[in-house]
């Protein structure tokens, strides 16, 4: 019995931690970004090129088109995902694959 429980322990032993897990997709929310499963966010109010880079690592590819005017800017991906910036910080996000049609959240410029 204790032979059985020594090898469950050995086996448990070798599962990855939570900070080991690859991230899931971003998840959008009301205040920005969820990562699936890790419990960390890209937040409003995050600055523009941290949050730039966290989602390109998290997409596994950079934004398609970026575009400035004045004190708003936005990264547009190829599927339709945007990200709103007012003054260098994520102020908002645009999904148009969300489910039951496009959705919105924050304030797009």
Known sequence: MTRG?????VIAACAPSPQSVAPGPLVPTADGFDVGGTGLEIGFGRAEA???EAAT???GRPPADRI????????SWS???????IN???AGWADPTARG?????GVPC
């Open 5 to 9: 429980l020594g090898a469950f322990l």
């Open 50 to 52: 941290g949050a730039i």
């Open 88 to 90: 260098g910080a994520f």
């Open 101 to 105: 049609g496009s959705a919105v959240a």
């Open 68 to 75: 400035s005017k004045g004190r708003c800017s936005r990264a």
């Open 57 to 59: 690592k998290l997409l």
């Open 79 to 85: 599927d339709g995902l945007t990200m709103y910036f």
